[in-house]
């Protein structure tokens, strides 16, 4: 069989070539045409040939979203190398685990996080550099520049994503050149991207969300990617305000915090706004929507399918709660726990197939023999599909909470909770029992103006509202729920108060 040569950092150089002096990344007063950016992340590439780099070596990067990221990302691919994006946030064992995993001959971080990344560097073998501003421009103009991009074939590693590790040690998930380009292809023709579109660019890089349909999605097309390092609701409405953003990208606890905020930033630039990593309350989308005067998306995807995988598209009806319908050469089904299709009308585990699904875990072929299965990728996520196709998630498989032998979906819940005008965030979880297996507990964060709420007025809000087996029968009060770094809520980060757990083994009056 014939390859296909490409490399994923010819969005750059066919960008740069058509539009030079277009904006390629803006950061406060810093705006970077893309001929800057095709410049710099040559020179990168040079400084890395320089330094021993041969095609398929891993380089991790370690940096927030400032235009430092875009010149690494691209200078890294077009040398041939395989980039290996990590949060900033990561501690030194977690940085080593990631280092050692991947083989990865150079680390590249920040100064803010330089420590732990030194740290980890020196215990793996692998250089560390600190991409200090103004020290590492004049590294890169003492390089001798790559101006073309090393070819790669179409299954060549492009990028490895290691996953949360919610279940044990992060797995690398490795998309090739083609499972990047055709994603990005695809969201770029949903959205209408063009050179005219401003996208915020508030998604961290290092997460595949902000990769595909931020950074690589605005420099496909030649559109302008505002960077925020750090997501701030006001600082987000300013952006939107200041930069006349047309597309804002964001996840659910990001749409929430921008709705509760009471900026009065003018924001009527917004064409479109496309909601991911997590399902997006109903009401909040609602709300939102009500607020803004814009339209939200919803779509559907993992690290693991580059991500996009499902899609509200926005030349078809839009449903509420729906992550919409599988994208352009993708294909969804529905299986239960053999893998045997469902029948129609039931609840079973998402299988992707299509262009997007990843080569496989590195060096873990027994996770990617689970996970991938005759070329369908078992996403973990339950769902079910209408009589249109279009598909509505339950809930993570993991999740579900089985109360008396009965299966209580969180989201369905939650949905409910969200629905209470004092709720501001709220994570439906399962508390270990001894006569119903599970009991249902749920964290709420509520908004501010609201403290005369109590945890029995929420719990007798959705008991009137849920089958019996289905409201929580604890509910306790935070500040705010534990997020990962895209703001995504962790229910694995949430405590169950001692109280609440140690009450289970009792008869509650709320049964």
């Known amino acids: 069989m014939e390859k296909t040569l490409t490399n994923l950092a010819i969005i750059l150089t066919d960008t740069s070539r058509l539009q030079p002096d277009a904006i390629a990344l803006e950061l406060g007063e810093t705006a ?52 290996v994006p990590m949060n900033v946030l990561l501690k030194a064992p977690e940085i080593a685990f990631h280092l050692t995993d991947s083989g990865a001959r150079f680390l590249f971080g920040w100064p803010d996080f330089a ?98 349909c931020g950074l690589n999605a605005a420099v496909a097309v030649g559109a302008k990617l505002v960077l925020l390092p750090r997501f701030d609701p006001a600082a987000a409405l300013a952006a939107i305000e200041g930069a006349g953003v047309t597309v804002f990208e964001g996840v659910p606890t990001m749409f929430t915090a921008m709705l509760d905020t009471p900026s009065q930033a003018a924001t009527g630039s917004l064409r479109l706004c496309v909601s991911g990593g997590s399902a997006l309350p109903v009401e909040v989308m609602r709300g939102f929507e009500a607020r803004f005067d814009c339209a939200v998306l919803e779509g559907y995807g993992l690290s693991e399918t580059s991500p996009v995988a499902s899609f509200n598209h926005p030349d078809q009806q839009r449903k509420p709660g729906s992550i919409g319908t599988p994208v352009r050469g993708v294909r969804f089904k529905l299986v239960d726990d053999h893998g045997a299709t469902v029948p129609a009308g039931a609840i079973g585990e998402i299988a992707v197939h299509g262009p997007n699904v990843m080569k496989g875990y590195w060096n873990n072929p027994a996770a990617t023999a689970l996970a991938i299965q005759d070329g369908w990728f078992r996403t973990g996520d339950l769902a079910r599909a209408d009589a249109d196709d279009s598909y509505f998630i339950v809930d993570r498989k993991k999740d579900m909470i089985i109360r008396g032998g009965y299966n209580v979906y969180p989201r369905e819940v939650e949905e409910v909770l969200y629905s ?29 103006g609201h403290d005369d709420v109590t945890e029995e007025s929420l719990v007798a809000y959705v008991r009137e509202r849920v089958a019996a087996y289905k409201y929580p029968r604890q509910v306790w009060l935070l500040d705010a729920l534990p997020k990962g770094p895209t703001g995504k809520i962790l229910k694995r980060g949430i405590a169950i108060p001692a109280a609440t757990a140690e009450s289970n083994h009792a008869e509650s009056v709320l049964r």
């Open 32 to 83: 970077i045409p893309y001929t800057a950016l095709d410049s710099a992340s040559a020179r990168f590439a040079g400084l890395l040939i320089e330094r021993g780099l041969r095609p398929g070596d891993r380089v991790a990067l370690m940096l927030p979203n400032v235009p430092h990221f875009a010149i690494l990302y691209y200078g890294i691919l077009r040398a041939g190398g395989v980039v």
């Open 115 to 212: 420590e732990p990344a030194q740290a980890a560097a020196q215990e793996c073998g692998a250089e560390c550099v600190v991409v200090q501003p103004g020290e590492f421009e004049r590294l890169l103009g003492s390089a001798d520049p790559f101006p073309a991009v090393a070819w790669r074939d179409d299954e060549d590693t492009a990028i490895i994503l290691y996953t949360s590790g919610t279940t044990g040690q992060p797995k690398g998930a490795q998309l090739t050149h083609a499972n990047i380009r055709e994603n990005v292809r695809v969201v770029t023709e949903m959205l209408e991207l063009g050179p005219a579109d401003v996208v915020l660019g508030a998604l961290p890089l290092f997460h595949a969300f902000g990769q595909t």
């Open 420 to 448: 209470h005008p004092a709720v501001l965030e709220a994570a439906v979880v399962g508390i270990p029992d001894r006569e119903h297996g599970q009991e249902i507990g749920a964290a709420v964060a509520l908004r501010a």
